[in-house]
């Protein structure tokens, strides 16, 4: 069923289910579902998955409750590579497992709380959310008798690994591998410009400097007159979604009919990456240098960064130290790993509330 359906609808440079290397635990097929439903399916119903509700992606929840979490970002990714990949007729089922599992592995408070994480373990190798999604879905989870992990497809953990050193992995990724990333950077740079703006960290006429935004706000303003500020910052923002996405529709799909890929492996082995144009690629790096100097460094989000930092590094030095603080049920990963892994294991996986409380409850509590 699956395969009659992938062969009807895919492009010979897709990566399909027949093809899939298999997981490290065999398992029989399912009678409907192929390999990449399954694991889309198995990281949705994981309890990382389900945490993200509650880690914020690069704005505090002290600055309100509109922005984005990892969990809306994530979903906005998945929306975004789904539809590329339909249009370039790529493995949805496959891109969409890989874009639900792309920051399964942030900690709380964001980058932040990775920069903090990864100068504890700077002992132990450091921290990567890229490295420690890989963790949680090979060793954490646990959802079945007889192996820990959620067993997922090699493709899957192929993807992911190739996003811990994205410097190393160069080519030879499939290209569903390599839209998920393309959607990732689209769809951050326009919901932080959204979120810069409705938290008032900068003006829309401030980001109007920036060239894409320029372009975007003439459109918007060209189309709708007298629009409220809502209304033409949420136009703008739309608008610089469709532009990415389209751009990254069109310029990957006139290098494949160019190219006529006759398979996954052959695609893998080219030297072509999916990614923008080069004009949109030149003006997004416009806009994400304009968002790290004006927003990601804005004074109110560097001071609630700093302290969040201070709190898990004082957190994972407490924990350290008394690694019975550590609950219960983590002991024995505790005794596997060692007491700074389990200490950074734990506290990458709480939420920012979840943190917030534990840390009232070590230091701020009277004893």
């Known amino acids: 069923m699956i395969d009659e359906r992938e ?17 490290l635990h065999s398992e029989p097929p399912h009678p409907y579902r192929g390999p990449f439903q399954r694991d889309r399916d198995r990281i949705l119903h994981s309890s990382a998955y389900r945490r993200l509700s509650g880690k914020m992606q690069v704005f505090t929840g002290e600055m309100g409750d509109y922005h984005r979490t990892r969990l809306t970002h994530t979903q906005e990714v998945a929306t975004v590579a789904r539809t590329v990949a339909r249009v370039l007729r790529l493995n949805e089922d496959l891109v969409e497992a890989l874009a639900l599992m792309h920051d399964i592995g942030h900690p ?42 959620l067993n997922l497809t090699k493709e899957v953990l192929a993807g992911q690994t190739s996003r811990i050193d994205k410097s190393k992995a160069g080519l030879h990724r499939l290209l569903e ?78 290098e494949m009919e160019l190219r006529q890929f006759g398979s996954a492996h052959e695609a893998m082995s080219s030297d072509f990456v999916i990614g923008p144009s080069r004009e949109i690629a030149e003006l997004k790096g416009e806009l994400e240098k304009f968002l790290y100097q004006r927003v990601y460094r804005h004074p109110r989000l560097v001071e609630v960064r700093q302290a ?26 505790l005794r596997q790993v060692g007491v700074e892994q389990m200490a950074v294991e734990y506290l990458a996986g709480m939420t920012d509330h979840f943190c917030e409380e534990t840390y009232q409850r070590l230091f701020l509590q009277p004893t």
């Open 177 to 254: 591998v390599q839209l998920v990333d393309a959607a990732d950077s689209a769809t951050y740079d326009a919901h932080d410009t959204d979120d810069a703006i409705k938290l008032n960290l900068v003006t829309l006429g401030e980001m109007e400097s920036v060239e894409l935004i320029a372009r975007c706000l003439k459109i918007v303003r060209s189309a709708h007159a007298n629009l409220t500020p809502g209304l033409l910052r949420k136009a703008t923002v739309h608008r610089l979604i469709g532009m990415q996405v389209n751009d990254l529709v069109l310029n990957n799909m006139r």
């Open 308 to 333: 969040a930092q201070a709190r898990l590094k004082a957190m994972y030095e407490r924990y350290c130290e008394n690694p019975d603080l550590i609950p219960v049920h983590y002991q024995p990963r």
């Open 7 to 23: 062969q009807l609808i895919l492009a010979p440079y897709a990566m399909f289910s027949r093809d899939s290397a298999g997981r």
């Open 108 to 149: 709380p408070y964001g980058h932040a709380g990775e920069d903090a994480l990864d100068e504890c373990a700077k002992n132990i190798g450091g921290f990567s959310h890229n490295r420690f999604a890989l963790t949680i879905v090979q060793e954490l989870e646990i959802r079945y008798n007889g192996f820990s992990g």
